[in-house]
């Protein structure tokens, strides 16, 4: 294995936090007397990658997407070509703040999905870290506060610095193996979400009143999810809900309608079970069929009723009792990016 000569940083990101993690080690690579390049991965033909001279470092970054790398990455992961490069894995978790303490996020098995694949191609591993900036997941929750998000900040450059010593100094850095045993734990879990997330979650945004068609959702999409339908943004299932144009949108008009998705639910979790005591006559204790079943509702309802919202929200009274409905609507709910370093940094 050679000595290092120049350190390749592919990264993918939604919201700049995968993005400022590849930044900080590039800082960091270029201060040892390394060149460094930084290759943003929505921007890759996966079909003609090539491989990489054997002393170049490969280092890759991005989110995490229930419990697991987006498909986005893992795509890249797999076209990968062959090699015998080191290469560190790292990944950007929901961090949170408890008074001076970073709460971490959850890697589940990205890491070793992504190993595996990997070290199959011929590379050796020489890292896997996760940093846990500001969670952005939301979906789920307010947009954390300016401090804490300041707070986040300072202490993943920290640790990117502390980290970027070992690895410029080819030494292996397995921070996630302290974790271990909980990602295991949590892998059916995003086993689900690979289904979920596509077909539930992106399907939670939609763009309210506020929207003037100004289409920059539409081009700054890294996966070209969002289309034109009927003079507004419609969301498709190629979405990985990186959260990119909810908190990218100049007038903050896309929302993510979690009521939407509770009503799918609930609807059809009691088709699901109609359908199998009144049509099938088959018991509710058979869960494997009630699950299946529900998952074809789901599926139906979700592509039916989001059609029928897009309709509905071209009038302003039922798009407004949309709006009503969804918490990421009131401003307390707020929006999140990753903020420029002199903005922490004062
Ligand atoms: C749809 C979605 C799913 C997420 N799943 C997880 C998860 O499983 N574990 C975790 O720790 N963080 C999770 N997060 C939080 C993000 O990984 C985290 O905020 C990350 O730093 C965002 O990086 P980015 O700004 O580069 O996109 C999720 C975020 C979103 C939007
Ligand atoms: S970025 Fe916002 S305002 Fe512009 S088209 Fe998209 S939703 Fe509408
Ligand atoms: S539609 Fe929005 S959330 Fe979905 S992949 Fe595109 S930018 Fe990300």
């Given at each position: 294995m050679h000595t290092i000569t120049e350190v390749i940083i592919f990264y993918f990101s939604g919201t700049g936090n995968a993005k400022q993690i590849a930044t900080w080690f590039a800082e960091f690579a270029e201060k040892k007397g390394f060149d460094c390049k930084l290759v943003n991965i929505q921007n890759i033909d996966t079909k003609t990658i090539s491989s990489y001279a054997s002393d170049k470092l490969l280092m890759i970054i991005s989110p995490v997407h229930g419990f697991n790398y987006p498909k986005i990455t893992l795509n890249f992961i797999i076209r990968f070509p062959k090699g015998n490069n080191r290469v560190v894995l790292m990944n950007t978790r929901?961090?949170?703040?408890?008074?001076?303490?970073?709460?971490?996020?959850?890697?589940?098995?990205?890491?070793?999905?992504?190993?595996?694949?990997?070290?199959?191609?011929?590379?050796?591993?020489?890292?896997?870290?996760?940093?846990?900036?500001?969670?952005?997941?939301?979906?789920?929750?307010?947009?954390?506060?300016?401090?804490?998000?300041?707070?986040?900040?300072?202490?993943?450059?920290?640790?990117?610095?502390?980290?970027?010593?070992?690895?410029?100094?080819?030494?292996?850095?397995f921070f996630a193996f302290k974790e271990i045993l909980q990602d295991l734990l949590v892998s059916p879990i995003a086993l689900g979400y690979f289904f979920i997330g596509q077909f539930g979650l992106a399907k939670t945004f939609y763009a309210s009143t506020a929207c003037?068609?100004?289409?920059?959702?539409?081009?700054?999409?890294?996966?070209?999810?969002?289309?034109?339908?009927?003079?507004?943004?419609?969301?498709?299932?190629?979405?990985?809900?990186?959260?990119?144009?909810?908190?990218?949108?100049?007038?903050?008009?896309?929302?993510?309608?979690?009521?939407?998705?509770?009503?799918?639910?609930?609807?059809?979790?009691?088709?699901?079970?109609?359908?199998?005591n009144h049509l099938f006559f088959v018991k509710l204790s058979s869960g494997f069929i009630h699950s299946l079943l529900f998952a074809l509702v789901f599926f139906l309802f979700i592509v039916v009723f989001y059609r029928l919202q897009h309709l509905l929200l071209?009038?302003?009274?039922?798009?407004?009792?949309?709006?009503?409905?969804?918490?990421?609507?009131?401003?307390?709910?707020?929006?999140?990016?990753?903020?420029?370093?002199?903005?922490?940094?004062?």
């Open positions: 929901a961090g949170m703040r408890i008074g001076k303490w970073v709460t971490p996020g959850i890697s589940g098995i990205s890491f070793y999905i992504a190993s595996l694949i990997i070290k199959i191609k011929g590379y050796k591993i020489q890292g896997m870290i996760p940093f846990d900036m500001p969670s952005n997941w939301l979906t789920l929750h307010p947009a954390l506060k300016l401090k804490s998000v300041k707070l986040l900040h300072k202490v993943n450059y920290d640790r990117v610095e502390k980290h970027a010593g070992k690895i410029f100094a080819e030494k292996n850095v003037d068609n100004c289409g920059l959702c539409i081009k700054q999409c890294p996966l070209n999810a969002i289309k034109m339908l009927k003079g507004r943004p419609f969301w498709t299932f190629k979405c990985e809900s990186c959260m990119k144009c909810m908190n990218n949108c100049p007038k903050k008009a896309i929302e993510a309608g979690q009521a939407f998705l509770i009503i799918i639910s609930v609807i059809s979790s009691i088709t699901a079970s109609l359908l199998l071209r009038y302003k009274f039922t798009a407004k009792i949309i709006s009503f409905l969804s918490l990421t609507h009131y401003k307390f709910w707020g929006r999140y990016k990753s903020i420029p370093d002199h903005r922490w940094k004062e």
